[in-house]
């Protein structure tokens, strides 16, 4: 029986910090520039769309990538933007106990910056760290909205974009699995597992692929291999670049 010692959360979320950039997460000072709120870049209607900060975040990366489809260049935005809130969330929940309210009106996002994406959360509100609200504060909060934002304007399939949510919660975890291993901290990996598995049983995620251990293989594929010099991720549905029609592997 491994006991289980939780903290509250400190201001600075320092725990954070040794598990790297993806999980790290800006809660004191302020910003050097007014930034939006994730809740502003998933409104469905913006008196510019052009100028909603998801767009622009979506600019951003096909141009950095030379994406030869906006829905690529979507795609992959919203992986990085889930595996940021999946980090800090489960982060969090392993080794504090509880997570931070994540409510989108209170994380400011800066869409110009380089990955990992910068969060700022500007209010520290502790939840319990359990998988229910686990869930609701990533799951329903943010990826939902997301995914309805992106497949509305970019015509990314549903399909794809909650794979690429488990993907990144996988990802997450695996991370914090070798770091807790390496550390000596067979609690946190324990507790790691345990609550990857909940999510991933979740209903918006329990068809997106197959957990072994800490391998995930999921069912359909992010489109990354379709970038210039692109190839497959490591649990991508193919296991190498397929030769299809432009329509194929959006699901």
Do not use: K
């Not at 795609?75 to 969090?92: D, N, P, T």
């Not at 910056?113 to 799951?139: C, E, K, M, N």
């Not at 391998?215 to 549905?237: M, Q």
């Amino acid at each position: 029986m491994v006991l289980l010692l939780f903290v509250d959360l400190d201001p600075d979320l320092a725990a954070l910090r040794p598990l790297g950039g993806f999980f790290v997460l800006r809660t004191t000072g302020a910003p050097r520039r007014p930034l939006p709120t994730l809740a502003e870049a998933y409104a469905e209607t913006a008196p510019d769309m052009y100028r909603n900060p998801l767009t622009l975040r979506i600019h951003m990366v096909a141009d950095a990538l030379h994406a030869p489809e906006p829905r690529i260049a979507a795609s992959v935005a919203q992986q990085g933007l889930a595996a940021r809130l999946w980090s800090a969330a489960l982060g969090c929940a392993v080794l504090y106990g509880r997570i931070p309210d994540l409510d989108p009106r209170l994380l400011c996002w800066d869409p110009d910056g380089s990955a990992p994406d910068d969060l700022w959360l500007t209010r520290l509100r502790p939840l319990p760290g359990d998988a229910a609200t686990l869930a609701d504060t990533v799951l329903h909060a943010h990826l939902e909205p997301l995914t309805a934002a992106l497949h509305t304007r970019h015509r990314v399939a549903t399909g794809l974009l909650w794979g690429n949510a488990a993907s990144a919660l996988a990802g997450a975890a695996r991370q914090l699995d070798l770091w807790a291993r390496a550390d000596g901290r067979p609690e946190v990996a324990a507790r790691t597992r345990t609550l990857t598995t909940a999510l991933l049983g979740h209903p918006l995620l329990a068809d997106t692929g197959t957990l072994t251990g800490t391998a995930f293989r999921r069912r359909s594929c992010c489109l990354y291999y379709r970038l210039p010099g692109g190839g497959v991720c490591g649990d991508c549905c193919f296991t190498r670049p397929p030769r299809s029609s432009p329509g194929a592997a959006s699901g």
